[in-house]
C-alpha cells in the first residue's frame, strides 16, 4: 500500500503569521503586505524599519494636513512634546529612568526640525515613549495637547453648515445687504435647463477641497486648489453638460477620489459621500430670505482663487505656450462664474428643488455604502472564524 500525503487547506498553511509562524494572519501590512496576527508581531523587530517608516510618514502627514497652522508652529510640535513630557499622563515613565527627555534630545534643533530629523527624534525615545508617541499620532490627540499649549484652534467648521432655525426674520429698518452688483440678467432668461446641473458639478469638488484645505484653500493655496477643482469638474475642464444632479455628482465624487489618490491626500469613501451633502447645504442657503448666499460665497472664492491662479502664472517663464493655456481656461472659467452668480440670482427657487434632490441622492449613496461596510464586516468575521475553527485541524491525511 502506497502512502501519499495530502495537504488540506493549503492556503490556511500559507496564512499563518510571516513574523512568528504560529498564529494564524488575520491582518496585512498595507506597506510591506506581510501577514501577521497582532500588534506583538505588528510590533516586533522583524518588522521594525517598516512600522517605523509608517510611524513617520504618518506624523509628517498629519504635520502638513494641518493647514492653519504655519511651519514655524509645525516645528514647535516637538518643542510642545518636551514641555509636556512631565505633565502628559501619556508619557507616564518610571522614576528610575537613565536620564530626561531634554538631554536625550539635546544636540537637535527642535525650532528647526524637517522630515530627516524625525527619525532620529525616534531613536532617542525609550520604548515606552515611542509606543505612546505613536498612540498619540494615530488618535490624533497628539493634536490636542498642541492646541492646548499653544491656544490654535485648527479644526474649521464649513460655513454652509450653519442654518437659521426661524421661518420668519423681522426686518431691520434701513439696512441694506452689501453685494456685488451683477450685470443685467437679461442674458441668462433663455439658459439651458441643465445650468444647474452644472452648477452642481462645480459646488461639489469646491465642497470637498475647501473641506480638505479648513475653508483657506482660495486664499492661502490657489493653485492647488483651484488646479484640484478643475480637474474634478468636467464642465470646467473641458465644457461637459450634465444631464442629471446624480450624474454631476457622481462624476465629481470619482475624480476627487482619484485627485486625493495622486496627490497623497488621505481621504475616505465616507467623506466623499458627505460631500454630496455639503453640496446640498450650499444649495439651501442659510435661510429662505437669503437662499443664495451660500452658493455666491461659494462661487466668488473660486473666482478669488482663479485670479489669484492666473497672477502666480504671469510669474512663470518655463513652458510658456502651456502657461498661456491655463491662463484662457482660467479666465474662461471666471466668465463662467460670472454667468452662475446671474443664473442663481433669477433662479432661487429652482436651487432649493435641486437641494432636496441631492439630500435625496444622499440618503440612497450612503445607505448603500453602510450596508457594503456591514457586509464587509460580517464577511471578515465569518473567514477569521473558518480560519480559527481549520487552524487545529489535521494536515495530513493517510490515503489508501
Known amino acids: 500500500m502506497d502512502i501519499v500525503t495530502k495537504v488540506e487547506n493549503p492556503e490556511k498553511v500559507a496564512r499563518l503569521c510571516f513574523f512568528c509562524g504560529k498564529s494564524p494572519a488575520s491582518y496585512t501590512c498595507p ?5 501577521y496576527c ?25 504635520l502638513k494636513e494641518k493647514n492653519h497652522v504655519d511651519e514655524e508652529e509645525k516645528c514647535r510640535i516637538m518643542e510642545m512634546i518636551e514641555r509636556t513630557y512631565d505633565e502628559n499622563p501619556l508619557f507616564d515613565v518610571h522614576e528610575d529612568a537613565e536620564d530626561n527627555l531634554a538631554e536625550r534630545l539635546e544636540g537637535l534643533d527642535i525650532e528647526n526640525l524637517d522630515e530627516k530629523d524625525v527619525d532620529e527624534v525616534l531613536k532617542r525615545l525609550t520604548d515606552t515613549e515611542r509606543d505612546e508617541f505613536h498612540k498619540m499620532i494615530e488618535t490624533g490627540q497628539i493634536f490636542d495637547v498642541y492646541n492646548k499649549q499653544t491656544g490654535v484652534k485648527q479644526e474649521w467648521e464649513p460655513f454652509w453648515h450653519k442654518h437659521s432655525n426661524g ?10 445687504e452689501a453685494s456685488c452688483p451683477l450685470p443685467n440678467s437679461a442674458a441668462v432668461k433663455n439658459a439651458s435647463p441643465n445650468v444647474l446641473f452644472n452648477l452642481v458639478n462645480i459646488l461639489y469638488p469646491y465642497a470637498c477641497f475647501q473641506s480638505i484645505y479648513n475653508g483657506v484653500g482660495h486664499k492661502d493655496f490657489p493653485l492647488e486648489f483651484t488646479d484640484c477643482i478643475i480637474s474634478c469638474s468636467d464642465f470646467l475642464s473641458c465644457n461637459k453638460i450634465l444631464n442629471s444632479a446624480e450624474e454631476a455628482l457622481i462624476e465629481c465624487l470619482i475624480k476627487c477620489r482619484s485627485c486625493c489618490k495622486e496627490r497623497d491626500i488621505p481621504t475616505s469613501e465616507k467623506f466623499l459621500l458627505e460631500c454630496i451633502r455639503s453640496t446640498s447645504h450650499i444649495l439651501i442657503g442659510p435661510d429662505p430670505d437669503d437662499s443664495t448666499m451660500y452658493v455666491n460665497k461659494a462661487l466668488k472664492q473660486l473666482h478669488t482663487s482663479c485670479i489669484k491662479t492666473r497672477h502666480l502664472l504671469k510669474k512663470e517663464t518655463a513652458g510658456k505656450e502651456e502657461t498661456s493655456n491655463k491662463k484662457k481656461l482660467l479666465f474662461g472659467i471666471t466668465k463662467k462664474i460670472d454667468f452662475l452668480l446671474i443664473w442663481a440670482a433669477d433662479n432661487k427657487d429652482r436651487l432649493a428643488l435641486l437641494s432636496m434632490e441631492i439630500v435625496e441622492i444622499f440618503k440612497c449613496r450612503i445607505s448603500q455604502h453602510e450596508s457594503s461596510q456591514l457586509a464587509e464586516k460580517h464577511l471578515n468575521k465569518a473567514n477569521i472564524k473558518k480560519s480559527t475553527a481549520t487552524v487545529g485541524g489535521p494536515k495530513i491525511t493517510e490515503l489508501d
Not at 506597506?31 to 501577514?35: A, G, H, P, T
Not at 512600522?51 to 506624523?59: L, R, V
Open 31 to 35: 506597506r510591506c503586505e506581510s501577514v
Open 38 to 62: 497582532g500588534l506583538d508581531c505588528y510590533k516586533s523587530e522583524r518588522h521594525a524599519d517598516c512600522s517605523e517608516t509608517f510611524y513617520k510618514e504618518s506624523f509628517m502627514r498629519e
Open 167 to 176: 421661518l420668519v426674520k423681522p426686518m431691520t429698518p434701513g439696512k441694506v
